[in-house]
């Protein structure tokens, strides 16, 4: 079992930042993919942003592209979303997901609970 926290969240400005973290535990991490979801009210869950095992493969939903910047590192179990110029769109409940499958099948094994993204205008 991986346990996943994240932290992060909060209320901004549109045009500000905000780095959300994801901190693992639980059964090996080792070449796992971790990714990040968003969901918006009203919408279905989507998909955000996603970083292999080194780091060598990012894949990023087309809406954030040049805004944020997805990292990990694994000696803290953790993964990172930093998010530049944020506009009202970005609004929701942002998850950090863990999986073992490549970047782009976009297929995670955990999830954890959530942590709010507002941003106002």
């Known amino acids: 079992q991986v346990h996943l926290v994240e932290t992060g969240g909060g209320l901004v400005q549109a045009g500000g930042s905000l780095t959300l973290s994801c901190v693992a535990s639980g059964r090996t991490l080792s070449r796992s993919t971790m990714g990040w979801f968003r969901q918006a009210p009203g919408k279905e869950r989507e998909f955000v942003a996603a970083?292999?095992?080194?780091?060598?493969?990012?894949d990023y939903v087309d809406s954030v592209k040049g805004r944020f910047t997805i990292s990990r590192d694994n000696a803290k179990n953790t993964v990172y979303l930093q998010m530049n110029n944020l506009e009202r769109e970005d609004t929701a409940i942002y998850y950090c997901?863990?999986?073992?499958?490549?970047?782009?099948?976009?297929?995670?094994?955990?999830w954890g609970q959530g942590t709010q993204v507002t941003v106002s205008s």
């Open positions: 970083i292999s095992w080194l780091g060598g493969t990012t």
């Open positions: 997901a863990l999986g073992y499958a490549v970047v782009s099948m976009r297929k995670y094994d955990y």
